[in-house]
């Protein structure tokens, strides 16, 4: 046997493609490693700093006691991605693609225009949240930052350049930079396990929990993720048959899984370490800027970098899957592209417009999450009702089950996120 093919033996048995999974060729734990990925990339729409402000400000105003909302947020969260995620594998196609076949071309066109602003929105929350960190960090006045926060979006997606591989493989990595960040902090936090325990017992105390509450399920289910998972597997991985297919989605639910524990952890650490070092002391702290600054006075300097690396790495991360959903959007709902650069170019004018003219930043992460709030209904109807749809979904159909929790879930979803858009009118 030639050294060449003693090699690529080796490297076949070492990194198993997904045809050698399909075919059973490979068993075990490392049957799961060619289908990870897709849902990492999803996942980091769920700990951009829209997540940051919501839960800070939870859990420094009511300490554990919406650690519970993060949980049940993020079992909704599974649910909706997986159907995201089903649809791109049993059609081959992405959600606008779907919506723009089933629907009329007005109705696809107001689906592009109000996504593509629930994307602009989005893109302001975690464009801010990056240039704020540069901020906090460096002492770098906001517009510099913002500025060299541009030049770090681009910088990710040139990974695109090298493949889809590659870019997941960056993405996953600033994930688990934001993880590192975050345990260290919690580590710093000295959290008590009994405490935290009791946050997981579902409750309220006051109409501002409640609402509080909205605010953390509105930071979750974000509409341009939906949207974009199902680009994600649409051609990544081919089912042939019927087989193939539920082989595919069994290990792409595997896959969400794990990318949503990873960002219930993040999200759940972050009102964990408000609650054990804000709330203790009676302190209720809402915007960002105030708790880096505080982490570093009551828990050491170490912990405020922590924060602030946190918050730019998150920041950066989903400004550039906002950046590629504004590229799906575009494509599926009316069949037109736009070099994604140009695109990335034009979504930033919004943030740096708001950064010049010296906007408070948590409060434009606020109202962000406000115009998210208004495109989620958009998302979601038609996602639950193409994965009930036999004809379009052949083997992958929901099951009547799961249509129906989906439904429910979706009422729930787009109920509260209205209460919260009714809220943020009242208040203004």
Not at 11 to 28: E, N
Not at 286 to 306: C, K, R, T, W
Request: with cysteine; proline share 4%.
């Amino acid at each position: 046997m030639s050294k060449i093919y003693k090699e690529k033996q080796i490297s076949r048995l070492q990194y198993p493609t997904a045809q050698d999974v399909l075919t059973g060729k490979v068993h075990g734990i490392r049957s799961i490693l060619p289908f990870l990925g897709p849902a990492f990339i999803a996942a980091v729409a769920y700990i951009d700093p829209g997540n940051f402000a919501t839960n800070i400000t939870a859990g420094s105003q009511y300490g554990y006691l919406l650690l519970w909302v993060i949980a049940f947020s993020n079992l909704m969260a599974v649910l909706i991605q997986s159907l995201s995620a089903k649809l791109g594998i049993a059609t081959g196609k992405n959600l606008p693609e779907v919506a723009r076949e089933n629907f009329s071309k007005k109705t696809a066109i107001f689906l592009w225009i109000q996504s593509e602003l629930v994307i602009m929105a989005t893109d302001l929350a975690e464009f801010i949240g990056a240039a704020l960190g540069l901020y906090l960090l460096f002492d770098i006045p906001m517009l510099p930052a913002a500025l060299i926060t541009a030049v770090g979006s681009f910088a990710i997606l040139e990974l695109q350049r090298r493949g889809v591989r590659a870019f997941e493989a960056g993405i996953s990595a600033m994930v688990m930079m934001v993880v590192l960040a975050f345990a260290f902090q919690t580590f710093l936090a000295h959290p008590a396990a009994t405490d935290i325990a009791t946050g997981f017992i579902p409750k309220f105390e006051d109409v501002n929990s409640i609402l509080l509450a909205t605010g953390i399920l509105g930071a979750t289910v974000m509409p341009h993720a939906i949207y974009l998972h199902s680009s994600l597997t649409q051609h990544r991985v081919v089912g042939n048959n019927d087989e193939e297919k539920r082989k595919i989605f069994k290990f792409e639910f595997i896959d969400i899984v794990i990318a949503m524990i990873i960002a219930g952890a993040i999200n759940m650490s972050m009102l964990v370490i408000a609650a054990a070092v804000f709330h203790s002391k009676g302190m209720n702290v809402e915007d960002l800027d105030v708790a880096f600054h505080s982490f570093h006075d009551m828990i050491g300097p170490m912990a405020s970098v922590s924060f602030g690396l946190g918050l730019l790495i998150a920041g950066l991360a989903s400004s550039s899957v906002g950046t590629l959903s504004g590229d799906v959007v575009m494509q599926g709902f009316i069949n037109k592209h736009i070099p994604i650069y140009i695109r990335r170019a034009i979504t930033m004018i919004p943030p740096l417009l708001i950064i010049a003219f010296g906007a408070n930043a948590t409060k434009a992460l606020v109202w962000s999450q406000v115009i998210l709030s208004f495109g989620i209904a958009f998302a979601l109807i038609p996602l639950i009702m193409f994965t009930s749809n036999k004809k379009i979904m052949g083997c992958l159909v929901n099951h009547k089950l799961t249509t129906i929790v989906g439904w429910i879930v979706a009422t729930i979803v787009i109920f509260l996120n209205l209460y919260l858009l009714y809220q943020t009118a009242v208040g203004v």
